[in-house]
Protein backbone atom coordinates (compact mmCIF):
# COMPACT_ATOMS: atom_id res chain seq x y z
CA UNK A 1 0.00 0.00 0.00
CA UNK A 2 2.74 2.48 0.92
CA UNK A 3 4.40 1.35 -2.50
CA UNK A 4 0.91 2.42 -4.48
CA UNK A 5 0.86 5.68 -2.62
CA UNK A 6 4.82 6.83 -3.18
CA UNK A 7 3.74 5.99 -6.79
CA UNK A 8 1.20 8.54 -7.04
CA UNK A 9 2.47 11.63 -9.50
CA UNK A 10 0.48 15.05 -9.22
CA UNK A 11 -1.42 13.38 -12.53
CA UNK A 12 -2.76 10.40 -10.91
CA UNK A 13 -3.96 12.85 -7.97
CA UNK A 14 -5.20 15.07 -10.66
CA UNK A 15 -7.20 12.24 -12.28
CA UNK A 16 -8.71 10.67 -9.31
CA UNK A 17 -9.67 14.20 -8.40
CA UNK A 18 -11.51 14.74 -11.37
CA UNK A 19 -13.22 11.62 -11.17
CA UNK A 20 -14.30 12.19 -7.83
CA UNK A 21 -16.03 15.28 -9.06
CA UNK A 22 -17.52 13.85 -12.23
CA UNK A 23 -19.29 11.32 -9.96
CA UNK A 24 -20.53 13.25 -7.39
CA UNK A 25 -20.99 16.96 -9.13
CA UNK A 26 -19.34 19.79 -7.16
CA UNK A 27 -22.60 20.26 -5.16
CA UNK A 28 -22.59 16.66 -3.50
CA UNK A 29 -18.56 16.86 -2.56
CA UNK A 30 -19.11 19.36 0.65
CA UNK A 31 -21.53 17.23 1.48
CA UNK A 32 -19.22 14.16 1.32
CA UNK A 33 -16.51 15.74 2.71
CA UNK A 34 -18.93 16.37 5.70
CA UNK A 35 -20.43 13.33 6.41
CA UNK A 36 -16.96 12.14 6.20
CA UNK A 37 -15.50 14.25 8.51
CA UNK A 38 -17.88 13.70 11.18
CA UNK A 39 -17.94 9.69 10.87
CA UNK A 40 -13.75 10.47 11.74
CA UNK A 41 -14.84 12.01 14.79
CA UNK A 42 -17.27 10.09 15.86
CA UNK A 43 -14.55 6.87 15.32
CA UNK A 44 -12.07 8.66 17.67
CA UNK A 45 -14.84 9.72 20.03
CA UNK A 46 -15.79 5.11 19.92
CA UNK A 47 -12.00 5.14 20.34
CA UNK A 48 -11.12 7.30 23.17
CA UNK A 49 -14.60 5.95 24.87
CA UNK A 50 -13.10 2.24 24.94
CA UNK A 51 -9.76 3.46 26.00
CA UNK A 52 -10.91 5.24 28.91
CA UNK A 53 -13.51 2.29 29.84
CA UNK A 54 -10.44 0.23 29.56
CA UNK A 55 -8.47 2.30 31.79
CA UNK A 56 -11.47 2.30 34.40
CA UNK A 57 -11.49 -1.30 34.59
CA UNK A 58 -7.71 -1.39 34.81
CA UNK A 59 -7.85 1.16 37.68
CA UNK A 60 -10.54 -1.51 39.86
CA UNK A 61 -9.00 -4.88 39.14
CA UNK A 62 -6.11 -6.55 41.58
CA UNK A 63 -2.71 -6.77 39.93
CA UNK A 64 -1.71 -10.20 38.96
CA UNK A 65 0.02 -12.52 41.61
CA UNK A 66 3.61 -11.78 41.66
CA UNK A 67 5.30 -14.50 39.70
CA UNK A 68 7.80 -16.40 41.65
CA UNK A 69 10.87 -18.96 40.83
CA UNK A 70 11.44 -22.16 42.20
CA UNK A 71 14.59 -22.11 43.65
CA UNK A 72 16.95 -25.57 43.65
CA UNK A 73 18.57 -26.70 46.84
CA UNK A 74 20.82 -29.49 45.83
CA UNK A 75 21.56 -31.64 48.40
CA UNK A 76 24.81 -32.76 48.51
Not at 6 to 12: I, L, P, R, V, W
Not at 27 to 52: C, T, W
Not at 68 to 74: A, E, F, G, I, M
Request: glycine share 8%.
Amino acid sequence: MELMLATMSATHVILVALVVLLLFGAQKIPQLMRSVGSGLNEFKKGLKEGQDALLAEGEHTPPPPAVTTPTSSKSE
